[in-house]
């Protein structure tokens, strides 16, 4: 698939984000990068700000995208869905999109737009994955709460060290906290 220019800065934008912060997303510093001038940024943006709010979007859209598509249920249970989930995140730390992740969120500490994106980022990360909770048995207010404890886990658990010779214990204990997530003590299958 062929990227349009647009693409190409937003992509540098990102990366440069992900590996400097929000400081570090520069249009003199991406052209360097990228080996282009000056101008072929300003032929697709008005300015930098443009360029940042591009970024927010392709990030949130991405973002949505993903959770919708991976609580989609394709005949499975929900339950089953969401233990698939918490191994997709525990099992495949994405190092790449988890700094565009971090980097975004530092970044919507002090700017309201990326604050924005971040927000409907959240809202639809907990509604599809309370939905499936839902659909597990838990009533509405216990399905929130349980996707918020999910999304804590998810996030928390990519930025936790474990000890390098231990890669079993780790298993087991991401193992036992996937099941306390699926409550298969408290979840009933209604489907």
Same mark, same amino acid.
């Given at each position: 698939m062929n990227e349009n220019g647009r693409d190409v800065w937003i992509k540098a934008g990102l990366a440069a984000l992900a590996a400097g912060g929000i400081e570090a997303v520069r249009v003199e510093v991406l052209a360097e990068g990228m080996g282009v001038t000056k101008g072929g940024f300003y032929r697709r943006f008005r300015d930098r700000r443009h360029l940042l709010d591009d970024m927010l979007a392709t990030w949130s859209a991405g973002r949505i995208a993903a959770i919708e598509q991976q609580t989609r249920r394709?005949?499975?249970s929900a339950r089953d869905r969401l233990t698939a989930l918490i191994r997709l995140y525990a099992e495949?730390?994405? =190092?790449?999109?988890?700094?565009?992740?971090?980097?975004?969120?530092?970044?919507?500490?002090s700017?309201?737009?990326?604050? =924005?994106a971040v927000a409907e980022v959240d809202t639809a990360r907990l509604k599809n994955v309370a939905k499936l909770y839902g659909a597990a048995g838990l009533s509405a207010d216990d399905a929130r709460a349980r996707a918020f404890l999910f999304y804590s886990f998810v996030f928390g658990q990519s930025l936790i060290q474990f000890e390098a010779d231990s890669p079993r214990r780790r298993a087991r204990l991401l193992d036992a906290c996937a099941a306390l997530l699926t409550g298969t003590d408290t979840l009933v299958t209604t489907d």
């Open positions: 394709d005949g499975d495949r730390i994405n =190092t790449e999109a988890m700094a565009v992740e971090l980097a975004i969120r530092q970044w919507a500490r700017d309201a737009p990326a604050a =924005t």
